[in-house]
C-alpha cells in the first residue's frame, strides 16, 4: 500500500507530517513501513528519521551519441526528439545533454543507424533503516533539471508487503505526478492562507485527475482564516487532520527531533490522521492490504 504526502506549494509541513506518521505506524512491530523521500531535489527526511544509509546506487539516464562516420545529417533525429536535445546544423550534430529525456527516439529512428546511447549518471538512491523504518530517499546531482528519473527508479524498490510513505516533492509539476501515482491515498499538507489555497486546489486538481482518493491535513490551523475549510466543504474533501500553531513545533523541528518523539501531545494528531485514512483506504477496495500492516 502507498500512502503518499503531497503539497502545492514548500514549506507546508509536508515533510513532518510524512515523518511522523511514518514513526506513529512504525512503533508496532507487526508494521512493515518503508519512507521514501522523493523530493530529490532538496531531501531532507533524513534530518528527523537518522538513518542508518546501506546501501548507494546511480542513477542513469541513456543520452546519444552520434557516429558523424554513418550520420548523413538528413535531421531525422532532431525532427523526433520533442525535447529539441538533438539539433542537425549544416554539417554539424549538437546534442544538449542536459534537454535529453532518454526516451531512444533518436536511436530507432536514425535511417543510418547512426547513433548510439550512452549512460549519463544524474543521481544516486541510497538505502538503508531508521530503526524498524525502511529508508529510500534520492538525490538529484548539482545542476541536473530532471528529477522523475530518479523518483521513477525510486519507486520500483518500494515493498507490496509494506506500507509505503511516500514523502512528494512540493508544487504539481512533473515529479509530483510521478512520486503521487499509483498510491492508494494522497495526503495533501496545506496552510489556512491565500496562497496555501491556491496551491491546494492545483494539488487537489492533479490528484483527482489521476483518480487518487485525497484528505487535507491544515498545518498551523489555528491562525490565518477559514478559506480552507470552506473550499474543502464545498468540494467534499475530508480534512482528516489539523496540526496547531505552536511555537514548541519549531523548536523541536530546528534541533532535528519528530513531533510524535516528544510526547503525547502531539501523537494523537497523526494518530488521528491515520484513524481518518484507514476506512478510505477500506472503501477503496484495499481491504487485505490494510489488515496485513
Known sequence: MIVSVAS?????????????????????????????????????????LRPEIENREEVYIPV??????????????????AYNAIAVVKEKVLVFKELCHGCGGCMLLCPDKAISER??????????????????QGRLNIGEPMAT?????????????HLNIVDVPPGTSCP???????????????????????????????VRQLGIAH??????????????????RRESIPVIGEIPYDRDIAV??????????????????????WTSIQPRLVRGGNVERVRQT
Not at 64 to 81: D, I, K, W
Not at 184 to 198: A, H, K, Q, S
Not at 219 to 226: E, F, K, L, P
Open 64 to 81: 546519444p551519441e552520434v557516429n558523424l562516420n554513418r550520420c548523413t545529417y538528413c535531421g531525422r533525429c532532431s525532427e523526433v526528439c
Open 215 to 232: 484528505g487535507v491535513v491544515i498545518n498551523q490551523a489555528d491562525i490565518g482564516d477559514d478559506e480552507v475549510k470552506k473550499y474543502c
Open 149 to 161: 528519473p530518479i523518483i521513477r527508479t525510486m519507486k520500483k524498490k518500494l515493498k507490496s508487503s
Open 8 to 48: 502545492g506549494k514548500g514549506g507546508t509541513g509536508k515533510t513532518t507530517v510524512a515523518v511522523n506518521l511514518a514513526l506513529l505506524l512504525g512503533q508496532e512491530e507487526s508494521n512493515r513501513v518503508q519512507f521514501a523521500d522523493c523530493d530529490v531535489e532538496e531531501p531532507n527526511a533524513h534530518l528527523f
Open 176 to 206: 509530483v505526478i510521478e512520486a503521487v501515482k499509483e498510491s492508494d491515498f494522497t495526503i495533501l499538507v496545506t496552510e489556512p492562507t491565500p496562497f496555501g489555497l491556491n496551491d491546494l486546489i492545483l494539488a487537489v486538481d492533479v
Open 252 to 273: 523541536l523541528y530546528s534541533h532535528g527531533i519528530p513531533m510524535w518523539i516528544e510526547g503525547e501531545k502531539y501523537r494523537k494528531v497523526f494518530r488521528n490522521i
Open 119 to 136: 549512460n549519463r549518471e544524474i543521481g544516486v538512491i541510497e538505502e538503508g533503516r531508521a530503526n524498524s523504518i525502511g529508508f529510500l
